[in-house]
């Protein structure tokens, strides 16, 4: 039986006990575990909420519906019944990934929940088309879904040091690799289909919450075309190039993501 509570079926935890809020969101084939380096240098100054969503964690199979979560939609809906039920009414909200997009959703719907928005390595349409550069072509696109139904080990093992921009046998390499087997490959391919059809190009103009977009120098999911142009049509937005590579910089390169992020919602006045 579903469990009806969302601070279970997202596996919430809060750390830190003073200050403003800020919210953490895992990006596809990753957990909150992905930010734990990050964690720590944000204690101090805000209350963090952490948390899966739905499909992200190995124990949440139960919750999660192949036709729910089709769409975005659905992720934006959950965040922000979870905000409401942990009594957030105002926070920043930090994305990676998919979870970059799943924020702009719902600071669209619900303006009044955030005080700023931060993009991190996230994209309005990860896949190119009409001039656009999103960072995989439709054959690019038809062999990574392909390649998690032939061989999900294989594509795994392809993926995570791609991803991370680090050797096979490197401990970050190694972590987002087994955060990629904890998932079922149903549940990859489905979430990674529901990313390629995902297309907010026409709807950022509508964003009236203030914006930060974070993104590396060299990211293999990502070209810096897909950054630029999120800054070009969010009304309110900076763009800040980090000094490192790969899709993944919070699990990564922790401390530069740290830095930017004090930077960003300290000087929105986050809460």
Known sequence: MRDASPKRRHNAQVVGDHGPWVVLAPGFGTTQAAWRHVVPRLRDRFRVLLFDPVGFAPDQAEHYDHARYA????????????????????CGFVGHSLSGMTGLLLAERAPGL?????????????????????????????????AIIRDYKAW????APRMTARPPDDGKAREFADCLRAMR???????????F????????????????????????????????FLHARLPD???????TEGHLPHLTAPDLVADALLRHLGAAGTG
């Open 197 to 228: 059809q995902t297309d907010l190009r026409d709807r950022l103009h509508r964003l009236r919450v203030p914006c930060t977009i974070l993104q590396t120098r060299d990211d293999p999911a990502i070209p810096l075309e897909a950054a630029r």
């Open 156 to 159: 795994i093992a392809d993926l």
């Open 114 to 146: 955030f005080d700023r928005l931060v993009l991190l390595a996230s994209s309005a349409c990860y896949l190119d088309k009409d001039g656009y550069r999103g960072g995989f072509s439709r054959d690019g696109k038809e062999a990574f879904l392909d």
């Open 185 to 195: 490959s149903d549940t990859a391919f489905s979430i990674a289909l529901m990313v």
């Open 237 to 243: 937005s900076v763009l800040e190039i980090l000094d």
């Open 71 to 90: 769409t975005l939609d659905a992720y934006a809906e959950d965040v922000e019944r979870l905000l409401r039920v942990m009594g957030i009414g105002s």
